[in-house]
């Protein structure tokens, strides 16, 4: 059995980055977390980002510490980061990707506990149309 992980984030891009660049970093993701058994959602609201991801604790963690440094992005808030017994909240889903024009939807994340953080990725899914 693998040591679980969850971890989830909000930060904000930086205003150099390109939309183009957020497709490509949507990209790389889904290939490396592939290729790391990682599985999670990541949903941009136009000038923020909530992700989480969930995996092996060592793969989730080096992540975790490859994202904190990503210059795409700042003002990294943790608002999750617990081992867990599973089962995974996405199965299928290497990185689901959505945008969302509601920029009310993440700041309510601002406000969770990471209880409740957990708690609300589900209604958060429903709320957003995310790409496989
Ligand atoms: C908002 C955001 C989300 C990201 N999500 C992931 C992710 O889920 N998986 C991943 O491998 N890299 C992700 N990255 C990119 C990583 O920070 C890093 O650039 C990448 O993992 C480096 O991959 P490499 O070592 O294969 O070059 C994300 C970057 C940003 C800005």
């Known amino acids: 059995m693998e040591n679980l992980y969850q971890y989830a984030y909000l930060s904000c891009i930086r205003p150099e980055v390109s939309l183009t660049r957020v497709y490509e970093i949507v990209q790389v993701s889904r290939k490396n977390n592939r290729n790391a058994n990682i599985t999670g959602i990541l949903v941009f609201d136009g000038w923020r980002f909530f992700q989480y991801i969930e995996g092996a604790d ?68 429903d709320s957003v149309d995310l790409e496989p």
Not at 72 to 94: I, K, V
Not at 102 to 110: G, H, I, N, R
């Open 58 to 125: 060592d793969t989730v963690l080096d992540l975790v510490r490859k994202l904190r440094q990503d210059e795409r992005h700042h003002q990294f808030t943790e608002l999750l980061s617990t081992p867990f017994a599973g089962p995974r909240l996405f199965r299928n889903w290497s990185m689901g990707y959505s945008v969302t024009a509601d920029e009310t939807l993440l700041t309510a994340f601002t406000r969770l506990t990471p209880g409740e953080v957990v708690l609300r990725i589900p209604d958060l899914v």
